[in-house]
């Protein structure tokens, strides 16, 4: 009975998710008192794939010739190396997400969503998940025997072992699959939203898109992505792929600085997962401020400026 966890990777590298998801593997298989066995679809060095060794991972069968957009191709091969595993495990990816759930209907186990804890117990599988757009915790219990688990996103952390040994089996799937899918990801920023520990958010309260410079500048000097509310993607000042909250994208960074955001519902929804968050508006009723950490009731436009200065400083 092993653990067995999907490490996604894009054109050949694994992100933060990936290693997130193996961490979190390693800590269910310590429990089990089994191995962490990883499957990776598309073409990944061997050089990369030894990195998974640095997490926890004993053997990875890394499958060329089956593209990972392909889920009814990688989901009928995953159900083939599924047999021995007690537990599956996927990260919070776009991917995932299409894989996992035609995977329990193969192989006809439970699967959960949006894990934030390692399993509390094993029998039954049991674990806490995120409920209600982050609102609530709720203890999930799988019936079946076996399981899948994805996580959400940053929900664990990274574990390393720094044990290093990975056996790497290549598995060439010539042709596998009838689909083709080409992705290509689109990011504004140098960051990706899903991977940022810090991200810099604005909302209609910057006016126009001429005022992203200083956002923009700030999310630079932190080695932040940038974010944006909901209307400000809809009326064109932003990318559609900055949109965070309950109809955009949901991110859980260490910190997360909304800047002209009144802090609606459907935003926060998105983003209350947030280890801290720090709100910047002129208006002291503005939602946001119950949600937020730290506030400063301030203009951005006199605030941003002096932020950026006195980091530049701290930066000399
Ligand atoms: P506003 O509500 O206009 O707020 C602007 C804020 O900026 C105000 O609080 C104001 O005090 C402040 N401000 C103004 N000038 C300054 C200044 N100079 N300095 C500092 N602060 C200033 N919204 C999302 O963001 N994400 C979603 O996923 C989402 N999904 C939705 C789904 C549904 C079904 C619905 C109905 C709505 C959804 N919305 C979503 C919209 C949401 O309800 C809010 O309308 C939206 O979040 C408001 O965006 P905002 O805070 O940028 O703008």
């Given at each position: 009975?092993?653990?067995?966890?999907?490490?996604?990777?894009?054109?050949?590298?694994?992100?933060?998710?990936?290693?997130?998801?193996?961490?979190?593997?390693?800590?269910?298989?310590?429990?089990?008192?089994?191995?962490?066995?990883?499957?990776?679809?598309?073409?990944?060095?061997?050089?990369?794939?030894?990195?998974?060794?640095?997490?926890?991972?004993?053997?990875?069968?890394?499958?060329?010739?089956?593209?990972?957009?392909?889920?009814?191709?990688?989901?009928?091969?995953?159900?083939?190396y599924?047999?021995?595993?007690?537990?599956?495990?996927?990260?919070?990816?776009?991917?995932?997400?299409?894989?996992?759930?035609?995977?329990?209907?193969?192989?006809?186990?439970?699967?959960?969503?949006?894990?934030?804890?390692?399993?509390?117990?094993?029998?039954?599988?049991?674990?806490s998940?995120k409920?209600?757009s982050?609102?609530?915790?709720?203890?999930?219990?799988?019936?079946?025997?076996?399981?899948?688990?994805?996580?959400?996103?940053?929900?664990?952390?990274?574990?390393?072992?720094?044990?290093?040994?990975?056996?790497?089996?290549k598995?060439?799937?010539?042709?596998?699959?009838?689909?083709?899918?080409?992705?290509?990801?689109?990011?504004?920023?140098?960051?990706?939203?899903?991977?940022?520990?810090?991200?810099?958010?604005?909302?209609?309260?910057?006016?126009?898109?001429e005022?992203?410079?200083?956002?923009?500048?700030?999310?630079?000097?932190?080695?932040?992505?940038?974010?944006?509310?909901?209307?400000?993607?809809?009326?064109?000042?932003?990318?559609?792929?900055?949109?965070?909250?309950?109809t955009?994208?949901a991110?859980?960074?260490?910190?997360?600085?909304?800047?002209?955001?009144?802090?609606?519902?459907?935003?926060?929804?998105?983003?209350?997962?947030s280890?801290?968050?720090?709100?910047?508006?002129?208006?002291?009723e503005?939602?946001?401020?119950?949600?937020?950490?730290?506030?400063?009731?301030?203009?951005?436009?006199?605030?941003?400026?002096?932020?950026?200065?006195?980091?530049?400083n701290?930066?000399?």
């Amino acid at each position: 009975m092993s653990v067995l966890v999907y490490t996604e990777n894009w054109k050949g590298s694994f992100r933060k998710s990936t290693f997130e998801a193996v961490s979190y593997a390693n800590e269910t298989a310590k429990l089990l008192g089994t191995d962490v066995i990883a499957l990776s679809f598309g073409e990944v060095s061997d050089d990369e794939l030894a990195k998974l060794g640095n997490y926890g991972v004993n053997k990875v069968f890394s499958a060329s010739g089956i593209n990972k957009g392909d889920s009814q191709a990688t989901s009928s091969f995953f159900a083939e190396y599924a047999t021995d595993a007690k537990i599956i495990i996927f990260a919070s990816t776009y991917t995932s997400k299409m894989i996992a759930p035609r995977l329990a209907a193969r192989l006809k186990i439970g699967m959960v969503s949006n894990v934030i804890s390692i399993p509390l117990s094993m029998s039954p599988i049991t674990v806490s998940r995120k409920a209600f757009s982050g609102k609530a915790i709720e203890k999930a219990i799988i019936k079946t025997k076996k399981g899948i688990i994805c996580l959400g996103p940053n929900a664990f952390g990274l574990l390393e072992t720094g044990e290093g040994d990975c056996i790497i089996e290549k598995l060439n799937l010539a042709e596998n699959g009838n689909i083709t899918i080409e992705g290509e990801e689109i990011t504004n920023g140098k960051i990706s939203l899903a991977e940022a520990e810090i991200i810099v958010s604005a909302g209609r309260g910057l006016k126009a898109p001429e005022n992203w410079g200083m956002i923009e500048e700030l999310a630079d000097l932190l080695g932040a992505a940038t974010a944006c509310s909901k209307p400000v993607a809809d009326i064109g000042w932003r990318p559609h792929g900055e949109h965070v909250g309950q109809t955009g994208k949901a991110v859980a960074p260490n910190l997360y600085i909304a800047i002209g955001i009144s802090g609606a519902i459907q935003h926060l929804a998105g983003v209350n997962s947030s280890k801290v968050m720090v709100a910047i508006n002129t208006d002291p009723e503005a939602p946001f401020f119950k949600a937020a950490d730290y506030g400063i009731i301030g203009d951005a436009f006199q605030v941003v400026p002096k932020l950026i200065e006195e980091i530049k400083n701290a930066k000399n």
